[in-house]
């Protein structure tokens, strides 16, 4: 069974570009998170789908991402326009149910550096 | 609001050595606890989770951790570490009932040295 699988691996980007970081998860999963990385600090949430809802997204930063989860299958995340501060590492993950023995998988990230 | 603070950034320990990484959390409500380990170019992989009862917890590859409700600690240990342990270590936090999305604390980085 394939993990979950994020493309790029890497992005740089300069100052006002746009990027889109995508999201495959694990095939079945319901859920779908994705976090965020900052360089120094410490894995914080940006947002939850369940299928192609959000359910949460208490954690995105402003209103320069958007992300969308069409179908219920795969998600985009769009930075629109990059700033500096939006670099660091983007992690997606997925699980299959919502229940205190699901376990979160995660992706290998995508790095994306703002210059 | 949740919190978890990881009180060692870096921890160099030679092989064979036993090893604790440790992990303090702060929570107004019932958290479920988890440690992630993050391998180089890797994504974060789950060793272990406290979800209830018995409170010592076993994961994989050997490493088990302690969940301590007074100390409101989840302190990770390894009685005898590899190079190939060499990783970063994140302790996290999801809230009971909610979405479980999970709150990091900034991670340990674990060297194994020869």
């Known amino acids: 069974e394939a993990g979950v699988t994020q493309f790029p691996s890497h992005s740089v980007i300069e100052k006002g570009q746009t990027v889109t970081l995508r999201c495959d998860p694990i095939?079945?999963?319901?859920?779908l998170y994705w976090y965020r990385r900052v360089m120094g600090k410490e894995i914080k949430f940006l947002l939850h789908f369940v299928k192609e809802s959000k359910q949460d997204e208490s954690g995105m930063p402003n209103n320069r991402f958007l992300a969308e989860r069409t179908g219920g299958t795969y998600s985009t995340l769009k930075v629109q326009p990059a700033e500096l501060e939006d670099s660091g590492v983007y992690f997606c993950?997925?699980?299959?149910?919502?229940?205190?023995?699901?376990?979160?998988?995660f992706g290998p990230g995508t790095r994306l550096l703002v210059l | 609001a949740q919190s978890v603070t990881q009180l060692d950034s870096q921890v160099p320990v030679f092989e064979e050595a036993p090893v604790e990484l440790r992990c303090n959390y702060s929570?107004?409500?019932?958290?479920?606890l988890f440690w992630y380990v993050q391998y180089p170019n890797q994504g974060l992989q789950l060793l272990l989770k406290?979800?209830?009862?018995?409170?010592l917890v076993k994961g994989i590859n050997g490493f088990e951790a302690e969940f301590n409700k007074s100390q409101t600690s989840f302190h990770l240990r390894k009685p005898s570490v590899h190079i190939s342990d060499t990783a970063e270590y994140f302790c996290a936090v999801s809230v009971v009932g909610s979405n479980y999305k999970l709150t990091f604390g900034k991670g340990t980085l674990l060297t194994v040295n020869p």
């Open positions: 929570s107004s409500v019932s958290v479920y």
């Open positions: 406290y979800l209830s009862g018995s409170t």
């Open positions: 095939s079945g999963h319901d859920n």
């Open positions: 993950a997925s699980s299959q149910d919502l229940g205190q023995t699901e376990t979160q998988y």
